[in-house]
């Protein structure tokens, strides 16, 4: 049987799940869409509670588990892209602590504090997981890891990372702990290019939020660290910048 009408109980459910932050958290569960990051969702062991399908659009395989099929209208409804691949699935959150990662000898974590955007935390997550970063935290942290514009622009990255989310002193704890170098990215005299930085060892580089960098926590908590510029701005997109630290500190390792 078809789902084609916009009442439906089950389409209602999936929509606000979608839309609703608070709803989508306290469900305990998350939508994902299009069949390379379901693909990766089952991949690293998410746990799927079923599956909306549009037969006309979909060309994969159907998974095992509950399959709704629904109309294209239908679809294009609860599509986050519209008309994309014609498979969307619900899984299971998982909760995760810091106190459970076990940093490597060289492990290098990187840290974004109060990053807003879900866009932004899906492209960061996409360049973490490229270039081999170890995880990712977000202090004092205002968006849902599980938002679908996270999960979209992630590719599904999400997925396959070690994400974490705490407040300062908790982070600030871990690395103090873990003997992780800090790393923060405030312009000040004492700052140096990140080719002078040694990212060979545990090492953590911190990001705060486009409009105003990292909060005064961080204040002398860490050896400030910037990325080498020649033109006549002096700060970069702040995905853009967390893809050029990974990348840097991939080539250290590789070197």
């Known amino acids: ?15 606000k799940l979608l839309t609703d932050n608070r709803f989508r958290k306290k469900s305990g569960v998350f939508v994902v869409e299009g069949q390379q990051e379901n693909e990766r969702a089952q991949k690293y062991h998410f746990e799927a509670v079923e599956f909306y399908i549009c037969e006309n659009i979909f060309k994969g395989s159907n998974p095992k588990e509950k399959i709704h099929l629904v109309s294209d209208k239908v679809y294009e409804k609860i599509a986050y892209r519209g008309s994309s691949e014609g498979i969307i699935g619900v899984y299971k959150t998982k909760e995760s602590h810091l106190n459970k990662f076990q940093p490597k000898e060289n492990s290098t974590v990187i840290i974004v504090e109060g990053v807003e955007k879900p866009g932004n935390l899906g492209a960061i997550l ?46 600030y704890e871990f690395l103090q702990k873990n003997n992780f170098s800090i790393y923060t990215t405030i312009m000040d005299e004492t ?23 990292l909060s005064d926590f961080w204040y002398d908590k860490g050896e400030n660290t910037l990325i080498p510029m020649t033109g006549s701005i002096d700060s970069l997109n702040l995905s853009n910048a967390v893809a050029i630290t990974c990348y840097e500190t991939l080539r250290q390792k590789k070197a």
Do not use: W
């Open 1 to 15: 049987m078809i789902i084609e009408s916009f009442q439906n109980e089950k389409i209602k459910h999936i929509t």
């Open 126 to 171: 996409r360049s973490c997981e490229a270039f081999g970063i170890d995880a990712l935290i977000v202090a004092d942290g205002k968006t849902d890891f599980y938002n679908p514009n996270v999960i979209r622009s992630s590719v599904g990255c999400l997925f396959g990372m070690e994400i974490f989310q705490a407040e300062n002193n908790e982070v």
């Open 191 to 213: 700052s140096k290019d990140m080719f002078e930085r040694d990212f060979t060892k545990r090492s953590a580089v911190l990001f705060g939020t486009e409009h105003s960098g």
